[in-house]
């Protein structure tokens, strides 16, 4: 249909990538206004700086007969929520930070800055840091694993996840040439309007497989921001996780979750289901940059080698003026 080809023209004039307004159930108007406001989301949560104290309970459920005989073979507790994880997370614009304390009371520390990401560790509280992993960022190279798992594992997925989809920032999701969008509408939830957008994102990057989702649906509220109320997906390895936000605190205008509560089922694997609940409980507001540099943990500044291209490239430059200036020289006294 020729109108429908021009709308298409008109939208990548005014920069929508078309491979996110594909399906015949979108309300256009809608999904622009989600992707202006993801942008927006962006540059807010780079000015977040908060810390707070996140515990993860991990519930094991059996809706059938099935399934309970299926898990009193591993003689796993039903219905009984178990404290599975600990932790204290960090945002400070755009540094990370992650601190776990074990019941041996080892501490380890997982911090990302503008310059460079360290892990510590010590066994005890009184003994000294151990640096196992120290990495320089904005070298153009691939950085380790361990650096991208912080960021959307801890950050993403708990403190941030109102404007994240799982591990990705919303901002992120929608720019993505593998997102496409299936149905944008609007929904009543609980008595509410919210605006809910399916779509898939089946990314074929090896390294990214827990990005690829499929089926996958959420909730935004156009009355705070879009934020992200519920979201659901199908993941690459087939299992089915569902998640449920609810919010508390504000820091600089932007609302923290409180609660994230999430269902996993694993159809293909097992009859049973988890409830996970995530509480997080904000302990301060306005961070100090220090405690995301080495010195704060009794280091010294590290001094990273300059790349051996830079450093060659530096010095022809300089071999090259004194040339120059030896030239020159000679030409005058010849002229003398």
Known sequence: MWW???WLLVLALFGVPLSICQGNDVDRELLNRFRRAS???RKAVNRLSFDARCERTEEVLAPSDEAVAE???????IGKPELKLSMRIAVNRTMRLKEEISKGG?????????????????????????????????????YDARIEELEANNVNAIVLAGYCFLYIPLADLVESP??????????????????RIEFDHLTDDPQRKRNRYSDAW???????????????????HGGVIERKIAFGEVNGGIPIPKTITALYTAPKIS???????????????????AEFYLPHYGFPKPRFQRPWFA??????????????????????????
């Open 106 to 142: 080892e501490q380890q520390f997982f911090v990302k800055n503008d310059a460079y990401a360290f892990y510590l560790h010590r066994s005890q509280p009184v003994k000294k840091y151990a640096i196992e992993f120290l990495e320089q960022l904005d070298t153009g190279g691939s």
């Open 39 to 41: 942008a927006d989301m």
């Open 4 to 6: 429908r080809n021009e």
């Open 311 to 336: 450093m060659w490239f530096w010095y022809a430059v300089v071999g090259i003026a004194f040339c120059g200036i030896a030239i020159g020289l000679k030409k005058y006294y010849r002229r003398t």
């Open 271 to 289: 009859k049973a289901a988890k409830r996970i609940v995530i509480s997080v409980n904000v302990l301060q507001q306005d961070i100090p940059d």
């Open 218 to 236: 959420m909730h935004c509220d156009p009355a705070r921001g879009w934020i992200l109320r519920e979201c659901g997906t199908t993941l690459f």
């Open 178 to 195: 593998a997102f496409q969008v299936k149905h944008v509408g609007i929904v009543q939830v609980d008595g509410e309007e919210l605006v």
């Open 71 to 77: 898990v009193q073979k591993h003689n796993v507790p």
